[in-house]
């Protein structure tokens, strides 16, 4: 049992309570890792959903940000078609670990499960770790932290971040014009190219 976590609810979690966190979804993401593939595709395991197209992006989710947002995420798309294949290929992973699917106590501040495995599937290894972005990017950092010493890989930070910009804008694209989830799909979206903005990205 537990409950939904969520940005406010890691905020005030105290250090000690996010480490353990950090630590105990790497060492989920290491598990999980290690599950042989075929194995996995016998079962029924198959490639995750694509997202749309850079030129969709283009079309359809930067026309609906604020003007002075527009540079931002046209900066990203262009850097992301740029990326080369994932280093690290291709995972049998969980990719949807956001806050709605997990179930976490905040009185002993624990993770007690995580659910839905219904996105899971055969992706690129760091596409892994952008979800716990949408909870804090402070979570993901220590994740990806206890991944690498537990695992010897080196995660790419960047990588991570274009990926998550792309993911967010692909979900606004992805919603049709009359939509009554756009207004807050767009907050969302806001938000992240504001902390985008912040690493860097031109914002016009």
């Given at each position: ?39 996995m ?50 995972t ?18 624990r ?48 990588r ?45």
């Amino acid at each position: 049992m537990g409950e939904h976590l969520l940005t406010a609810d890691y905020d005030r979690l105290p250090e000690d309570s996010r480490q353990r966190l950090g630590d105990a979804l790497g060492q989920f993401y290491i598990e999980l890792h290690g599950l042989d593939k075929e194995q996995m595709a016998d079962a029924g395991a198959a490639p995750i959903g694509a997202w749309q197209s850079p030129a969709t992006l283009r079309g359809k989710a930067v026309p609906a940000l604020p003007a002075e947002l527009r540079g931002v995420a046209e900066a990203i798309i262009a850097e992301f078609e740029r990326l080369a294949p994932d280093p690290h290929g291709q995972t049998y992973g969980f990719f949807d670990g956001h806050g709605w699917n997990m179930a976490f106590d905040p009185v002993r501040g624990r993770l007690n499960g995580i659910y839905d495995f219904a996105d899971s599937g055969f992706g690129p290894v760091h596409q892994e770790f952008i979800y716990s972005n949408f909870i804090s990017p402070d979570l993901t950092e220590r994740i990806a932290a206890a991944y690498e010493k537990a695992s010897g890989r080196t995660l790419d930070r960047r990588r991570i971040a274009i990926l998550t910009s792309i993911h967010r804008l692909s979900e606004l694209a992805e919603l049709p014009d009359d939509s009554r989830h756009t207004l807050a799909m767009t907050h969302h979206t806001v938000i992240w190219l504001e902390t985008m903005s912040g690493l860097g990205y031109a914002s016009s």
